[in-house]
């Protein structure tokens, strides 16, 4: 793997190898599971180990890393059974969201999906999957936000914390990038120029619904292929 040195301006360097770590796994550079070691990480990001150690601690936190017993820090490794799981709830509570967004946003939070969703049907073709992820996590944010209900708020940042893995699994998979933007616009649609709470809850919860099963089945042919190459 190639080295990625930091740049020390502007944001702290922990910031930024933070945020380049982050990006790798969800990138695919690193395999679920796989261990983390420091000395190979401080050469990769050309940083100390104080930083690298500060940078594991804060993934560790939003569950993309893993500390185990005799191993140290991995790879999160989600089981198929964890990701249902978590789907189940981010679908329940997103619908909710949706709901609440029709009967609480404000008119500025209201402008700003729409000018999300027409930059996302916009560029979404053309940007990489770091900045896919970006602008979903705007999108996200603008929801959750306009759904005026911090309890849904906290909760949602911990599931999506932990799904980031597989929404990069399922952004990258065929097909799925014009469903996406459909999917987007239909919640913008019901929400904000129809003001429907029925159908923007039903749209939110369609989304997540095809969101798991292309992550799941692209997680279950990532697991098969480990598998096949382990007994190779």
Same mark, same amino acid.
């Given at each position: ?5 930091? !740049?020390?301006?502007a944001a702290?360097?922990?910031?930024q ?24 990480l401080?050469a ?10 500060e940078?594991?601690? !804060?993934l ?7 500390t185990?017993? *005799? ?10 059974? /964890? ?7 981010r679908c ?16 500025? !939070?209201?402008?700003q999906? =729409? ?8 560029t #979404?073709?053309?940007?990489d999957?770091?900045?896919?992820l ?6 996200? /944010?603008?929801?959750t936000a %306009?759904? =005026? *209900?911090p309890?849904? /708020?906290?909760?949602?940042? =911990? ?7 597989l929404?990069?699994?399922?952004? !990258?998979?065929? =097909? ?11 919640? #913008? ?5 129809? %003001?429907d709470?029925? +159908?923007?809850? +039903?749209?939110?919860e369609?989304?997540?619904?095809n969101?798991a099963?292309t992550?799941?089945?692209q ?7 480990r598998q096949?190459t382990?007994? %190779?």
């Amino acid at each position: 793997m190639a080295g990625q040195r930091a !740049q020390r301006v502007a944001a702290p360097l922990r910031l930024q190898v933070l945020e380049l770590l982050r990006q790798d796994i969800l990138a695919a550079e690193f395999t679920p599971g796989e261990r983390l070691v420091e000395a190979r990480l401080c050469a990769r990001y050309e940083v100390s180990r104080t930083v690298i150690r500060e940078v594991l601690r !804060q993934l560790e936190s939003e569950g993309l890393v893993t500390t185990v017993a *005799n191993r140290g820090p991995v790879i999160t490794e989600l089981t198929v059974f /964890d990701a249902k799981a978590l789907y189940e709830v981010r679908c329940a509570l997103e619908g909710l969201a949706g709901a609440l967004f029709v009967e609480r946003a404000t008119p500025e !939070q209201r402008e700003q999906m =729409g000018e999300l969703v027409r930059r996302f049907s916009r560029t #979404y073709s053309k940007a990489d999957l770091s900045e896919r992820l970006a602008m979903k996590d705007e999108f996200y /944010d603008i929801l959750t936000a %306009g759904a =005026g *209900n911090p309890i849904i /708020d906290s909760t949602l940042r =911990g599931i999506h914390a932990r799904v980031q893995m597989l929404r990069g699994l399922s952004m !990258q998979a065929e =097909g799925r990038e014009p469903e996406t933007v459909r999917e987007l616009t239909a919640i #913008y649609d019901a929400a904000v120029v129809r %003001g429907d709470a029925g +159908a923007a809850r +039903a749209a939110c919860e369609i989304h997540v619904r095809n969101a798991a099963a292309t992550a799941l089945a692209q997680l279950a042919a990532q697991r098969s292929e480990r598998q096949r190459t382990d007994v %190779g």
